[in-house]
């Protein structure tokens, strides 16, 4: 079965740190395209940064850049959106994207709370 599992959320205090992780079951992660998005209550899913490569330094969102980064781990079969300086405004549920040429998958996403 083909799937991704995410993992890492949490609650964290304005300031704090968190890695997310995005295990691949059934498919090599390295042969897609890699994203992260997140969705707010009320809010619609945002695009917050993408990777291709594990040496690809990745695109992100204004909202995220120089904050979050994501990174590849080819031999763990996983990719890593590493969040740093988290702010209460980027909590929402946070999901990662395998896309591929034939079809995308997501992830089933983690809640990450931060509080003021």
């Known amino acids: 079965q083909v799937q991704l599992v995410e993992s890492g959320g949490g609650a964290v205090q304005a300031g704090g740190s968190l890695k997310l992780s995005c295990a691949g079951a059934?498919?090599?992660?390295?042969?897609?395209?890699m994203g992260w998005y997140r969705q707010a209550p009320g809010k619609e899913r945002e695009w917050i940064g993408g990777i291709r490569y594990s040496s690809d330094s990745g695109l992100y969102s204004d909202s995220v850049k120089g904050r979050f980064t994501i990174f590849m781990d080819n031999a763990k079969n996983t990719v890593y959106l590493q969040m740093t300086n988290l702010k209460p405004e980027d909590t929402a549920i946070y999901y990662c994207?395998?896309?591929?040429?034939?079809?995308?998958?997501w992830g089933q996403g983690t809640q990450v709370t931060v509080s003021s």
């Open positions: 059934g498919l090599r992660l390295a042969d897609y395209r």
């Open positions: 994207t395998a896309a591929g040429s034939e079809r995308d998958y």
